[in-house]
C-alpha cells in the first residue's frame, strides 16, 4: 500500500458553513445533469436539488442504456448469449465473459483445463488493468488533469494491441467459451504480452507522480465521498469502494475461481475509504495484477500444448477440422449450435471484477431455453450510494464522488 | 455510405463568383468539424480511443471535441439509442447550430445491431437524418475516420450560398434533411424525459 | 456453523423449507407471510450484512411442473461468517406482493425497484417504489414471460413527446 498521508488533512470543514452568509442560501434549484454529460461517465442522470452550491438531495436516474439484456438471453439461448456480456461492462469485455462462462460451467458442472484457466486470468488481469485506466483517466480528466488522459489510453491503446493479435480485434473480443477459451495464446503474443507487462511499472510510477502528489487532485479527492465499513455493507458496496474503507474482501482470495488461490498477490486496502483511498487502491491494483499476469505467462510457457478447451461435445463446440472428416462430431456441433439445453436448476457465480462483485444468477428449466439470467452488476449499487454520499457537499465534489465510484452504464443498466 | 448526391447541377449554374465562394466556405467547414461525441455505451471507449493519442483526428481537423451542443456541428452518436435516452439525442440535434452532419457510429446505431429487443431504437435513422453509417461493433477508430474523411467529401458537394438565399427546399427533398423546428424553440418547451420541476419550492428548472 | 444451521438455531421449527440448488449454495424457501421474520432474522441473528441482489423468476412458462408463479429470488453474503444464502419467496401471478426489506438492507433499494419495473411485483412498505430502468409511464413489465421480446409499441413514449414538440412549435 502506498503512504498516504502526504499531505495534512485539509477539508475539514462542512460545506454547509461555507454558504451561511450567501444571499441565495435556502433557495433551491433543479439542476439537471445528464444524461449527455461527460461528467457522468455515460448516460446517467441526476435530478440535483441545489441550494446555492451544496447539494441537498440527488436522484439517480439510470435506464438510460437498458438493452434488454436479460430479456434477451432468454430468448437466443445459452451460448449465444455469450456475445452480449461482453457489452455488459464494456471497458473489460472479456472479464465478463469468464463471468458468465463460469456461471455457466457451475450450472453444468464443467471443468475447465488448466491452461484454460492460467489463460483466463491473463486476460481477466489484463482486463482489469484496462478498466483501471479508464477510471484514472476519467476521473482525472474530470478533475481538470486532461494529460492523463492521454496517458493513460497510451497504455490501453497498448493493451488493445495484444489483445487484437491474440483475438482480432480491440475490444468487445467474445473469446471466453463455456469449458475454456477460443485459442490459445502463441509464443509470440506471450512475448509481446511480457514486453509490455514489464515496461508498465514504471508508468504506473508515472501516473502516481502525477496525481498522488498532486496538491488539486489531493485535495479534491480527499475527505470526499467518505464510507464507512457499516455503510459499504448495508450498501451492498463490493470491490475497491469496499477496500478502501480497509476491508480486506476480494472473491480472488475469499471464493477463488480458475485457479487464483494457486498465485501470490496481495490485496490492497484503504484506511478512510475516501475517494483518495480508492483511488490509491486501483493503483496499487493495477501491480498485483502485473504481479499475476507475469505469473500465469510463467506458466503458459510450462504447460506448452496443453488443453485449453474442454472436451465435453454436450456443451463444447468441436473443433473446425474434426468437424468436416468425422460425421459424429459433425452431429455434436449441430446438437450445441441449435439445442444446448444445460440441468434444470438454479446457479449462482461471482468474481471479482474490477469494480467489484460481478456474478450471474441463472435458472435453468434443462431446456434449451433459459427461464432467467439475471445478471449482479457492482454499478448498480455504485450509482444507488450517489445521495448518500453527494448531499450535503458541494457540486464540485460531485463530480470527484462520481469518478471515484466508477461505473459503466452498459452494466448498470444492462 | 449514407447518401451521396452527385454534384449539385445549381453550382454549375450559378456562376464563377458563387462558386468560388461555395468552394472557400466548404472547405472551411469541411476542415473545421466540430465533433459532439454522443457516446452512449461501448463505441463511445472506442471513440475516445480515436481522440486519445493514437489515432488522434486532430490530423482531419475534427479534435475540438465539445460536449455541448451550441459549438458543435457534427453529432456522432456512438452507441445503442435506447427509446429512453431518444428524446435527450433529438434534443442535442435541434440545439445544434446549422449546418449540422451525423455520423452514425456502430452497427447499433445504424440499425439496432444486435439489440433487436423492446428497448433499442432501430438505428439513429428513426429520429435524426444521419450523413454517414459506419459498420462495426464497435468499428475501429479507423473506420471512424474514414466515415469523417467520406463526410468532407459529401460536404464539398454541398452548395452553402444557395441554401443561404433559397433555403434548403431541394437539399430536403430525399428526406435527409429535415428542421421541423427552430432549435432554441426545442429546448425552452421540452425538458428531456418525465421529471416533474420542484414543486412549490421556488426552484428554477435547468436542463 | 453453516447458514442453515444459524437459522435452524433462531428461527421456529417449520417457518420455513431448506431446498437444494444445483450450485449447492445454502438456499431456503418462505411464504410470502413468513418473510419478514426470517429477514429480520437473517440480518440480526444470523450475520448476514449484505445483500446480494433481489431479484425474481417468472416460473408461468417452463418445462418444469410447478403452478405459475413469481419467484422472488433474495441473495445474501456474510462477511463475518464468510458463506452465502439465498431465500426463495414465491406469490401468486396475479397481484404479486411481498414486504419490502429496504428498512433492514437499504442497498436493496435499486434491486426491489428494479425487480418491480421488470416484473411488477410489489414491494410493500417501500419508501419509493418507482420503475428503474424503464421510463415513467412505461406500461409493461418486461421480464414477464407474456411479454415479447421486440417489445409492445416500443416507441410510445417517443412519439408522444414528439407529437408534443410539434404541437408547441
Ligand atoms: S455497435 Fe457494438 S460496440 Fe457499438 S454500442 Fe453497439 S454493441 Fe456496443
Redesign the interface.
Known amino acids: 500500500m502506498t503512504e498516504t498521508q502526504i499531505f495534512e488533512y485539509t477539508s475539514g470543514t462542512p460545506p454547509e458553513d461555507l454558504d451561511a452568509d450567501d444571499p441565495l442560501h435556502g433557495?433551491?434549484?433543479?439542476?439537471?445533469v445528464g444524461?449527455?454529460?461527460?461528467a457522468t461517465h455515460?448516460?446517467l442522470?441526476l435530478?440535483i436539488?441545489l441550494d446555492g452550491e451544496t447539494i441537498r438531495d440527488c436522484d439517480p436516474?439510470v435506464?438510460?442504456?437498458?438493452?434488454?439484456k436479460e430479456?434477451?438471453c432468454e430468448s437466443l439461448g445459452w451460448r449465444r448469449f455469450i456475445?452480449?456480456t461482453?457489452?455488459l461492462d464494456?471497458?473489460q469485455?472479456l472479464m465478463n465473459n469468464v463471468a458468465y462462462a463460469l456461471a455457466l460451467e457451475q450450472l453444468a458442472g464443467l471443468e475447465v483445463p488448466q491452461r484454460g484457466q492460467v489463460i483466463r486470468v491473463l486476460i481477466m488481469e489484463l482486463s482489469r488493468i484496462m478498466a483501471h485506466l479508464?477510471y484514472l483517466g476519467t476521473s482525472a480528466i474530470d478533475l481538470g488533469a486532461v494529460t492523463m488522459?492521454?496517458f493513460t489510453?497510451?497504455e490501453?491503446?497498448k493493451i488493445?494491441d495484444l489483445l487484437d493479435s491474440y483475438t482480432g480485434h480491440?475490444?468487445?473480443n467474445t473469446y471466453i467459451r463455456m469449458g475454456g477459451v477460443y485459442a490459445d495464446i502463441d509464443d509470440e503474443v506471450g512475448r509481446e504480452m511480457r514486453a509490455w507487462l514489464e515496461a508498465f511499472p514504471a508508468k504506473i510510477d508515472e501516473f502516481e507522480k502525477m496525481l498522488t502528489g498532486n496538491r488539486i487532485f489531493y485535495d479534491r479527492n480527499r475527505g470526499v465521498g467518505t464510507l464507512t465499513r457499516e455503510e459499504c455493507l448495508a450498501w451492498s458496496l463490493t470491490g475497491p469502494i469496499l477496500r478502501a474503507c480497509g476491508v480486506e474482501w476480494d472473491l480472488r482470495k475469499q471464493a477463488p475461481y480458475s485457479g487464483y488461490e494457486t498465485y501470490d498477490f496481495e490485496i490492497p486496502i484503504g484506511t478512510t475509504g475516501d475517494s483518495f483511498d480508492r483511488y490509491l487502491v486501483r493503483v496499487e491494483e493495477m501491480r498485483q495484477s502485473v504481479v499475476i499476469c507475469l505469473q500465469t505467462l510463467d506458466r503458459l510457457e510450462r504447460t506448452k500444448g496443453g488443453e485449453f478447451l474442454a472436451e465435453d461435445r454436450r456443451y463444447v463446440l468441436p473443433p473446425r477440422a474434426k468437424v468436416h472428416s468425422s460425421m459424429e462430431e459433425l452431429i455434436f456441433q449441430f446438437k450445441v449450435v441449435t439445442d444446448m439445453r444445460l440441468p434444470a436448476g438454479e446457479a449462482y457465480f461471482a468474481i471479482e471484477s474490477s469494480k467489484g462483485e460481478l456474478g450471474f444468477f441463472l435458472a435453468s428449466d434443462g431446456t434449451s431455453d433459459p427461464l432467467r439470467c439475471h445478471i449482479r452488476g457492482p454499478g448498480l449499487m455504485n450509482v444507488q450510494v450517489i445521495p448518500l454520499l453527494a448531499k450535503g457537499r458541494l457540486l464540485s465534489d460531485l463530480v470527484a464522488i462520481i469518478g471515484s465510484l466508477d461505473f459503466v452504464?452498459?452494466e448498470v443498466d444492462r | 455510405m449514407g447518401s451521396l448526391k452527385p454534384a449539385t447541377t445549381a453550382a454549375h449554374d450559378a456562376g464563377f463568383l458563387a462558386t468560388r465562394a461555395d468552394a472557400l466556405i466548404n472547405w472551411g467547414r469541411k476542415n473545421s468539424l466540430w465533433p459532439m461525441p454522443?457516446?452512449?455505451?461501448?463505441c463511445?471507449?472506442?471513440l475516445?480511443?480515436m481522440i486519445?493519442?493514437?489515432f488522434d483526428i486532430a490530423r482531419f481537423g475534427a479534435e475540438a471535441a465539445r460536449?455541448s451542443p451550441r459549438q458543435c456541428d457534427l453529432l456522432i452518436v456512438a452507441?445503442?439509442l435506447?427509446?429512453?435516452?431518444?428524446?435527450?439525442?433529438?434534443t442535442?440535434f435541434d440545439q445544434m447550430p446549422d449546418p449540422k452532419w451525423v455520423i452514425a457510429m456502430g452497427v447499433c446505431s445504424s440499425t439496432g445491431g444486435?439489440?433487436?429487443?423492446?428497448?433499442?431504437?432501430q438505428g439513429v435513422d428513426?429520429?435524426l437524418p444521419v450523413d454517414v453509417y459506419v459498420p462495426g461493433?464497435?468499428p475501429?477508430p479507423d473506420a471512424v475516420i474514414d466515415a469523417i474523411l467520406k463526410l468532407q467529401k459529401k460536404i464539398e458537394r454541398e452548395s452553402p450560398l444557395k441554401v443561404l438565399f433559397q433555403g434548403r427546399g431541394e437539399l430536403d427533398e430525399g428526406g435527409t434533411r429535415e428542421f421541423?423546428?427552430p432549435p432554441n424553440?426545442?429546448v425552452a418547451?421540452?425538458?428531456?424525459?418525465?421529471?416533474e420541476?420542484?414543486a412549490g419550492?421556488?426552484?428554477?428548472?435547468?436542463? | 456453523m453453516t447458514a442453515i444451521d444459524r437459522i435452524t438455531a433462531a428461527m421456529a421449527e417449520g417457518t420455513f423449507e431448506v431446498i437444494e440448488p444445483r450450485d449447492g449454495m445454502p438456499c431456503v424457501a418462505v411464504a410470502a407471510d413468513g418473510l419478514r421474520a426470517l429477514m429480520e432474522c437473517l440480518r440480526n441473528d444470523c450475520g448476514f450484512e449484505t445483500n446480494t441482489f433481489v431479484t425474481a423468476i417468472d416460473r408461468s412458462a417452463g418445462a418444469l411442473a410447478i403452478e405459475p408463479c413469481y419467484e422472488v429470488t433474495y441473495q445474501f453474503l456474510s462477511h463475518a461468517h464468510g458463506d452465502r444464502i439465498r431465500v426463495r419467496v414465491r406469490v401468486p401471478l396475479t397481484d404479486p406482493k411481498v414486504p419490502t426489506i429496504t428498512d433492514l438492507w437499504p442497498g436493496t433499494s435499486f434491486c426491489e425497484r428494479e425487480c418491480y419495473d421488470m416484473f411488477g411485483i410489489v414491494f410493500e412498505g417501500h419508501p419509493d417504489l418507482r420503475r428503474l430502468l424503464?421510463?415513467?409511464?412505461y406500461d409493461?413489465h418486461?421480464l414477464r414471460k407474456d411479454?415479447?421480446?421486440?417489445?409492445?409499441e416500443?416507441?410510445r413514449?417517443?412519439r408522444e413527446?414528439?407529437r408534443?414538440?410539434?404541437a408547441?412549435?
Open positions: 433557495e433551491l434549484m433543479k439542476l439537471h444524461p449527455q454529460h461527460p455515460g448516460v442522470r435530478a436539488t436516474d435506464g438510460y442504456l437498458h438493452r434488454g430479456k434477451t456475445v452480449h461482453d457489452r464494456y471497458v469485455p479508464i488522459f492521454f489510453f497510451t490501453r491503446e488493445y480491440r475490444m468487445n452504464m452498459g | 454522443l457516446g452512449l455505451s461501448c463511445g471507449i472506442e475516445m480511443a486519445g493519442p493514437k460536449f452507441g445503442t435506447t427509446w429512453k435516452m431518444a428524446h435527450a439525442c433529438r442535442i444486435m439489440y433487436d429487443s423492446y428497448a433499442v431504437v428513426m429520429i461493433c464497435p475501429r421541423d423546428m424553440q426545442a418547451t421540452h425538458r428531456i424525459g418525465t421529471f420541476p420542484v419550492e421556488g426552484g428554477e428548472e435547468r436542463t | 424503464m421510463p415513467e409511464g409493461h418486461p411479454f415479447p421480446h421486440r417489445g409492445i416500443p416507441d413514449l417517443y413527446w414528439e408534443g414538440r410539434a408547441t412549435r
